[in-house]
Structures are given as C-alpha cells and as structure tokens.
C-alpha cells in the first residue's frame, strides 16, 4: 500500500475517532443542560441519600431502596467518569398537607444518584438517561407508584375528583375496602375500628442531630397489616439530619391492634410522628 494511502487511512480513522468522541461530550452536555437546575421526580421512590442504578444489559436496575417516599431531585451538578454518571442534589419530599394537593417538604436533603453504564452503549444511553431516571411530571410518577403505597398520598392527589364526603360514603363491608378509595381519613367509615398501638420502640438520635443539638419530628406513613404489623413504610415528612432512616427502623418495630371492619381484623392506612426531643 502506498505512502498516500496509509495517510488517507490514518486520516479516516482520526475523523471517525473525533466524531465518536465528540458525540459523546454531545450527549453529556446535552444531559447537563437538561437536568441542572431542575425539579425532577425521581424514579424508583427512594428516600435514601445514595442511590445506584446499574445497566444490566437489557434496562437501568436500582439498587433496592432502603427507604421510600415520591422525592423531588434539585439537581446541582452532573460528573462523568467513563460510563459512569453521578448526579449531585438536593431532594424534598412530596408532602401531606391540609389545603394543597401537593406540596414540598421544607427540609432538603444532600442526594447522590450514581449510575453505572458499563456494557451498554454509553453515549446512546446518556440521550435517555433523563427519562429513565425521572419522571416527566407528577401525574406520571403517581400513575407509576405501587399500589401499596398508593392510600400513604393524600386522596385528592390520587384522584382530585373524588371527595371526602364521597369516600365517607362507603362502608368497611364492601368486598374490598380498596375499592372506597380508602385514605388515612376514611378509617372512621361506617363500620370501621382504627388501629391502635400495642407496642413501639424509642427511636435513636442520629450523630448529626446530636451534634447539632436539634430536635425533629419525621412522620411515617404505615400499612397496619391484618395481623398487627406494620408494612410499606413510607417518608410522609422528613426531618433530615439522618433522623428519617431511625424513625423508619423504630416503627418498623412497632406492633399493632389491628383495624377492624364489623369485627374483622383489615388492613388500613397509617401514620406516625415520631419525634426526637433532647433533654
């Protein structure tokens, strides 16, 4: 092969190479710009502080959250090192309130969403990243929510067309309580005993709020189960400060006297303050 022709190779090669590495710093520019400074629902419904998700080939795999709740991601920066990415933010919780349907918790959050894209095409995958970490909106993210959790939001956020009077409409004896659209305030419905508490645990103070000498209240939202326990735990308020994860573990201890529906033991909706007080 000649000397000219070598060049002409080399030449193509270079042009190939820059193109691939330029499209590549395309994608991750353009993933910046999209995300920085934004409010994004996050996917997964976790409430923890560091969040991996991983490309197992095929789909982006979380890594199982330790605790959950409908969080809102500010996102501040974006870092890429080789496949994988990091996102840097502050989260807040969606929140119960008694006048709005929705609201952000006051209390924001230090969040690090790391993702690992190794085996997949990375640039590719960076064009979707977005939307396979957030939601686009709010109506998307609740469309997505496990039902578990569903009766842990306020009702007119699942469903604003549905009333107070019109869930108080039904009684505990229909075939499924969750076909009345069953909320923290339809445990007085006809028929219905509430729960109560048989046995609770103290909750620990975390070393950051020791430090600081402050005091917090987190309330979790609970399913009490037919039996008394308590099940879907879920970040109703944050309290921040490491204290959310230790009024998650407390009530997970928590025993209960079930709800009942016309004597029967049902599971039904709850919610607990917990709070942190230093003498």
Not at 44 to 50: P, R, W
Not at 53 to 77: A, I, K, N
Not at 246 to 269: D, E, G, I
Request: charged content about 20%; aromatic content about 6%.
């Amino acid at each position: 092969m000649s000397g000219t022709k070598w060049l002409g190779l080399v030449a193509c090669c270079l042009v190939i190479g820059s193109a691939a590495a330029q499209t590549a710093k395309d994608a991750e520019q353009t993933l910046r710009d999209a995300v920085v400074k934004k409010q994004l629902y996050l996917r997964g419904f976790s409430a923890d502080n560091l969040v991996r998700w991983r490309w197992d080939g095929s789909s982006l795999v979380e890594q199982s959250p330790r605790l959950h709740t409908l969080g809102v991601l500010t996102v501040r920066d974006v870092k890429f090192r080789g496949s994988k990415v990091e996102f840097a933010g502050e989260r807040q919780t969606v929140v119960r309130t008694s006048d709005s349907p929705l609201a952000l918790s006051a209390v924001k959050e230090e969040m690090r969403v790391e993702v690992d894209l190794s085996g997949g095409d990375v640039s590719g995958l960076l064009q979707k990243l977005q939307s396979l970490l957030f939601y686009p909106n709010l109506d998307a993210a609740l469309a997505d929510l496990p039902p578990e959790y569903r009766p842990l939001l306020p009702a007119r956020v699942m469903d604003p067309t549905k009333t107070k009077q019109d869930r108080k409409a039904c009684d505990c004896s229909s075939p499924s309580v969750a076909t009345c659209g069953l909320s923290y305030a339809d445990i007085g419905m006809p028929g219905m005993k509430p729960p109560s508490v048989a046995y609770s645990v103290e909750p620990e103070f975390s070393d950051e709020a020791r430090q600081k000498m402050a005091n917090g209240t987190v309330q979790v939202g609970l399913i009490v189960n037919a039996a008394g326990n308590p099940d879907y735990l879920w970040l109703a308020r944050p309290a921040g400060m490491g204290l959310d994860a230790n009024a998650m573990k407390a009530v997970s201890q928590y025993r209960f006297k079930p709800a009942t529906c016309h004597n029967q033991p049902v599971p039904v909706p709850l919610f607990i303050d917990v709070s942190f007080r230093m003498n």
